[in-house]
């Protein structure tokens, strides 16, 4: 039959009665199908094709529209089947999208409608096909998608919707398997109608600072009226006309429900305290850092107080930790109501807090929330049926001087909080620059330090990692020590002033790295299985741009092998001065086959885009979480957070056996601390791995 002919089949019912004469109206419309100017096609009630115009031939589409027949040009897929029979009967129409391939194998994508042809009462008698070219079109937004990385991620992903908008016939078309999304991403007059009250001013605002052209991506709640809160992430973009002027809204949607709730989740973990729901530390840094910022840039002037409350210890003695707890959540409350809403009031650890106030005129605005604050304490708090009241140290520090460096205010208003300890505490001491005496202490201990490396006094201990699922020691860490030589052997803490002044870090840590190689050669020279050994390095030393470089050089020198060492970085050293440079530094250093441990987990403020993008393998739990039953939600949620970005866990300062069991149970990879074993010289090593029984 040839393409543009007609050829009307009558089944034998249908050669009289209603039949005969839907036949009769089928093969007339027939002629004029014929002479239409687009791409058509005409089929009988029984799907039978009846006629095709001269467009359809032109275009090389398939002259059966069948699914099996020419595959690659059909235009009904398998799955139109159903769809196509329903139209026929009960004359219900549809459209598709569908990849076909051009007569010379050139990829197109056309878009195909079915629509029944009605008699006048309204039966069906016939369905027309009508076929568009919209390759150009498809492509032209493949091109929108891709402005954006994350666009172009989202198109791989499942769930993906596609909605478009034309801006001149307002129609409405979506593509996707995501029915529940589709339901609420459609709108009557406006597309910012979807977008959840409490979000759509913000959204508002960012799609009209948008610039023509550009693809806007936005993060919002839907305005579902069942109540059941949905995040999307939305990439937008208007495409503009062959006549310049707007033609489509392009928008495409992703369920990112799961993913928001699992980032509040882990941004809570990292910048808020658990108990108090103040910020923390973490926050607490950052919000140092930009009073700091506006200082330096706009002159303003901040204060900073910080506050411990007294005797706390002796209250979680005598009345248990509950009542301390309560003593905590009380405090932060008062806190809230001393200070304004827009000071950082966080609380730094412990019975530790510590307030950020900004745009002060004089010393006199501080001190009014903290009389304020002093006279709140003074009433009693009631617990477990008992009332007890406590007191509180706070020490003050105010940069008011624009000459002065604003980053000695922790340190001033630390200095004055000791010195309201010192006199008898339950009291507000303010920095004054003559309280300086304590730095003095602070100075002969520096230059003690000197003299020990000189020496040579400084020597590593080394504490077993063991891994509970293998039961085997899998390394150590190398921890420095002093060889004093009238106090005996010194602990860090003793001497920590020299890890926080520059020149001695790098001191200390270039004794700490060629004593671990040195006994790294030795071990292996005797052959003793040591696994890796973890050193740990400072900001410090990644100044100089060439640590990478200089560890390999002295692996190189050692003939130590790379995959021997671990280097142990705090989530403060990955986020404070020159993070790029410290990105760089262990992502050569990973490569080189040398691993990376995040130390001291949680301590800090490392977000969970920080650990996407540094080459972490291991994560380090600190202690202060490990040996508090009361953080035990937040140990459980670091092993899940490692064990989903692919990195073991290690656990520090385990002690006893009830701990061990607890980490065995959250899935812990890895542990630490005095229940498997102290620090110990590097000559106990040997022995203590022969001995080793989990």
């Given at each position: 039959m040839n393409k543009s002919t007609v050829e009307v089949r009558r089944s034998p019912e249908s050669e009289s009665g209603p039949g005969r004469l839907a036949d009769a109206r089928a093969a007339a419309f027939s002629q004029?199908?014929?002479?239409?100017?687009?791409?058509?096609?005409?089929?009988?009630?029984?799907?039978?094709?009846?006629?095709?115009?001269?467009?359809?031939?032109?275009?090389?589409?398939?002259?059966?529209?069948?699914?099996?027949?020419?595959?690659?040009?059909?235009?009904?897929?398998?799955?139109?089947?159903?769809?196509?029979?329903?139209?026929?009967?009960?004359?219900?129409?549809?459209?598709?999208?569908?990849?076909?391939?051009?007569?010379?194998?050139?990829?197109?994508?056309?878009?195909?409608?079915?629509?029944?042809?009605?008699?006048?009462?309204?039966?069906?008698?016939?369905?027309?096909?009508?076929?568009?070219?919209?390759?150009?079109?498809?492509?032209?937004?493949?091109?929108?998608?891709?402005?954006?990385?994350?666009?172009?991620?989202?198109?791989?992903?499942?769930?993906?919707?596609?909605?478009?908008?034309?801006?001149?016939?307002?129609?409405?078309?979506?593509?996707?398997?995501?029915?529940?999304?589709?339901?609420?991403?459609?709108?009557?007059?406006?597309?910012?109608?979807?977008?959840?009250?409490?979000?759509?001013?913000?959204?508002?605002?960012?799609?009209?600072?948008?610039?023509?052209?550009?693809?806007?991506?936005?993060?919002?709640?839907?305005?579902?009226?069942?109540?059941?809160?949905?995040?999307?992430?939305?990439?937008?973009?208007?495409?503009?006309?062959?006549?310049?002027?707007?033609?489509?809204?392009?928008?495409?949607?992703?369920?990112?429900?799961?993913?928001?709730?699992?980032?509040?989740?882990?941004?809570?973990?990292?910048?808020?305290?658990?108990?108090?729901?103040?910020?923390?530390?973490?926050?607490?840094?950052?919000?140092?850092?930009?009073?700091?910022n506006a200082s330096e840039l706009l002159g303003e002037m901040f204060g900073l107080i910080m506050i411990d409350v007294d005797h706390f210890k002796d209250i979680n003695d005598t009345l248990g930790h509950d009542a301390g707890d309560a003593l905590l959540k009380r405090l932060a409350e008062m806190l809230r109501y001393a200070f304004r809403a827009d000071d950082t009031v966080a609380r730094l650890g412990g019975d530790e807090f510590a307030v950020i106030l900004r745009g002060l005129h004089s010393e006199a605005d501080m001190l009014r929330p903290i009389q304020t604050l002093q006279e709140l304490l003074r009433r009693p708090i009631e617990h477990g049926g008992r009332s007890f009241t406590c007191s509180a140290s706070i020490g003050a520090a105010l940069h008011g001087d624009m000459d002065a460096d604003p980053s000695h205010m922790v340190k001033n208003a630390d200095i004055a909080l000791y010195r309201a300890k010192d006199a008898g505490r339950n009291r507000s001491v303010m920095f004054q620059p003559s309280m300086r005496s304590e730095l003095e202490q602070r100075i002969e201990l520096l230059r003690d330090v000197r003299a020990g490396i000189a020496a040579g006094e400084f020597l590593l201990f080394y504490q077993p990692v063991v891994d509970i699922r293998v039961g085997g020691v899998t390394g150590f860490e190398a921890l420095m020590r002093w060889a004093h030589p009238e106090q005996g052997v010194l602990a860090p803490a003793r001497f920590m002033a020299a890890f926080e002044d520059q020149d001695l870090s790098l001191k200390l840590g270039d004794v700490a790295f060629e004593a671990a190689l040195k006994q790294m050669r030795a071990w292996l020279d005797a052959g003793v299985e040591f696994g890796r050994v973890a050193v740990n390095i400072s900001a410090a030393q990644f100044r100089s741009g060439r640590l990478a470089e200089e560890i390999q050089d002295r692996l190189a020198r050692w003939n130590v092998p790379c995959d021997r060492l671990t280097i142990e970085v705090t989530e403060n050293v990955y986020m404070g001065w020159g993070s790029d440079m410290v990105s760089e530094t262990v992502c050569r250093l990973h490569d080189a086959g040398v691993m990376i441990a995040l130390d001291d987990f949680g301590t800090g403020y490392a977000s969970l885009a920080n650990l996407r993008q540094f080459p972490i393998d291991r994560l380090k739990i600190d202690k202060s979480f490990v040996q508090n039953a009361e953080d035990e939600a937040i140990v459980k949620a670091v092993i899940t957070l490692g064990s989903s970005m692919g990195m073991k866990v290690v656990a520090e300062g385990v002690e006893d056996q009830a701990q061990l069991d607890a980490l065995v149970g959250y899935g812990c990879d890895q542990v630490q601390g005095y229940h498997f074993g102290r620090p110990m010289p590097a000559a106990d090593v040997p022995g203590f791995l022969a001995g080793f029984v989990q």
């Open positions: 004029f199908v014929l002479q239409l100017p687009f791409a058509a096609a005409l089929l009988d009630r029984d799907l039978r094709l009846l006629a095709t115009s001269r467009e359809w031939a032109a275009h090389g589409l398939a002259p059966d529209l069948r699914p099996g027949v020419d595959a690659r040009r059909a235009l009904v897929a398998a799955e139109d089947v159903l769809p196509l029979m329903k139209c026929a009967e009960e004359g219900e129409a549809f459209s598709r999208y569908l990849p076909a391939l051009d007569p010379d194998g050139v990829q197109q994508i056309w878009r195909t409608e079915f629509s029944a042809c009605r008699d006048d009462g309204d039966e069906p008698y016939a369905v027309m096909v009508t076929a568009r070219d919209v390759t150009g079109y498809a492509e032209a937004t493949l091109r929108a998608e891709r402005d954006q990385q994350r666009l172009r991620m989202a198109l791989e992903l499942d769930g993906l919707l596609v909605r478009e908008y034309d801006l001149h016939t307002r129609e409405l078309l979506f593509s996707g398997a995501t029915p529940d999304l589709e339901k609420w991403c459609r709108f009557k007059t406006d597309p910012l109608e979807i977008i959840h009250r409490d979000d759509r001013d913000r959204v508002a605002a960012l799609v009209a600072a948008r610039k023509p052209g550009e693809t806007g991506v936005y993060e919002f709640r839907l305005n579902r009226d069942d109540g059941v809160e949905t995040w999307v992430r939305s990439a937008s973009k208007v495409l503009i006309g062959a006549n310049g002027r707007p033609e489509r809204l392009v928008n495409l949607f992703k369920d990112i429900t799961d993913r928001r709730r699992q980032s509040e989740a882990v941004e809570t973990l990292a910048f808020k305290d658990n108990l108090t729901d103040l910020p923390n530390r973490a926050l607490f840094q950052l919000r140092f850092q930009e009073a700091v």
